[in-house]
């Protein structure tokens, strides 16, 4: 990653309760999963300097995310992006691609990744929809911001084990027209997924699994903190903003001033001088504060609904196992009746 902060997938340990953290846990074929954190942040960040120098060697599959472009037509105007692709896999037919998609092809990409991998966390895509008057959803700033967002989703998937050999990442990848794949998708309906909307449209759980119970109450808690977090400082840059419009207001009196009072000129002008230092000092701050500390925090909470949502397709599944487990009970009970 070129970020090392917000480019990396959050560990799924920082997301779980210290008690389930330390457990020792096994999938149901008896394999070990581990889940201990690393001792402290400096082995966490030695262990990714570690990874970051292996990756060069073992990576055969490149994606970027650049160039985009304004299209303007009769209904609509949108931005699309070149996706280049560069890779020594044998799934892919040529070495190299290069396709432009738009923002509603990687939300298709990502709603197909959940469908076709439901117990995996599938990574976030940055927020659609643009609060009215404050961004500009065509300006360079936004568009180089989203940019961005869709790269690293997209190095995300490239990174993932399982993800990145999906057929439907391919498609995204390699394909030339996007919209015929689509309609192909929309014609076929997902019968054991229609099955199991069916079976938990009023259905309650006998009992969820501790560990999961406690996963869903610890992302609950831990959204809610995260949501917190990002008001308030919302809210303080808004105050610095307005604090910063002020000074540079206040400044310019004692430089005035000191023209007006010629013996104290020296001393006024030094106080305009260190406002002025206040002033950028601040300003950095800010930008700082909106350009590095929030979009890693609107990330995580990002993180955290897609976490729910693989909690809720497990909770579909339980449900529809002990609806069948039920049936079953009960034509075991007329049968000798019978």
């Known amino acids: 990653s070129e970020e090392m902060g917000p480019a990396l997938t959050p560990s799924p340990d920082l997301l779980l309760p210290r008690s389930i953290a330390d457990k020792d846990l096994s999938l149901p074929n008896g394999t070990p999963v581990d889940t201990s954190s690393p001792a ?60 432009r998609r738009r923002y509603q092809d990687f939300d298709w990409l990502r709603n197909k990744l959940e469908e076709s991998q439901p117990t995996h966390l599938i990574p976030p895509l940055p927020e659609k929809f643009v609060v009215k008057g404050v961004v500009d959803r065509f300006s360079e700033e936004f568009v180089e911001t989203r940019r961005k967002a869709l790269d690293k989703f997209l190095k995300r998937i490239t990174d993932h084990p399982v993800l990145s050999f999906n057929e439907h990442f391919n498609v995204f990848l390699t ?12 014609a076929l309906l997902s019968k054991v997924g229609e099955s199991v909307k ?68 020296e001393p006024l002008e030094g106080v305009s001088a260190c406002i ?20 890693v925090l609107r990330e995580y909470m990002l993180y955290s609904e897609s976490m729910k949502n693989v909690l809720k397709k497990r909770d579909q599944v339980q449900a529809e196992y002990e609806a069948k487990l039920e049936a079953v009970a009960l034509k075991k009970e007329d049968r000798p009746k019978v």
Not at 175 to 186: F, I, R, S, T
Not at 228 to 256: C, H
Request: aromatic share 10%; net charge negative; glycine share 6%.
């Open 198 to 265: 069916y079976v938990t449209g009023g259905y309650k759980l006998r009992s969820r699994p501790l560990e999961f119970a406690a996963i869903g109450e610890y992302l609950d808690t831990f959204s809610l903190k995260l949501g917190t977090i990002d008001r308030i400082a919302q809210r303080i840059i808004k105050e610095q903003l307005e604090y910063l419009v002020e000074l540079r207001e206040y400044g310019p009196v004692y430089s005035t001033w000191g023209g007006m009072e010629v013996e104290l000129s």
């Open 175 to 186: 394909a030339k027209d996007l919209n015929a794949y689509k309609k192909q998708g929309m």
């Open 40 to 99: 402290s942040s400096s082995s966490l960040l030695n262990r990714l300097q570690l990874d970051d120098d292996l990756d060069g060697e073992t990576r055969d599959l490149f994606v970027t995310v650049d160039d985009p472009k304004k299209h303007v037509c009769t209904m609509e105007t949108y931005i699309t992006y070149r996706v280049t692709t560069k890779t020594t896999r044998a799934e892919f037919d040529l070495p190299e691609y290069s396709v």
């Open 276 to 295: 002025g230092n206040c002033c950028t000092a601040l300003e950095e701050l800010s930008e700082d504060m909106t350009e590095d500390f929030l979009p």
